[in-house]
């Protein structure tokens, strides 16, 4: 299936994600939001999970780590 871009929302309308989705899971490059809004994790994705290389975030923003993610 191709990849398809995507937004989801937490229940209150904050955005919990935007990126690349195939067969409905984040796939390619997106970013994951804290339920706060504040980012997340913005880097690449594999079957819903991080992938390859991405940047994560703490609740502060604060950055945890640039390295890359298995799955």
Do not use: A
Not at 22 to 30: E, T
């Amino acid at each position: 299936m191709f990849q398809t871009f995507k937004e989801e929302y937490y229940p209150d309308g904050i955005l919990k994600f935007e990126g690349n989705c195939r067969n409905g899971k984040p796939n390619g490059y997106g970013k994951s939001y804290y339920p706060d809004g504040r980012l997340q994790y913005e880097g690449m994705w594999s079957g819903g999970s991080f992938h390859g290389e991405g940047t994560l975030y703490d609740e502060k923003g604060n950055v945890i780590s640039l390295m890359v993610f298995f799955t």
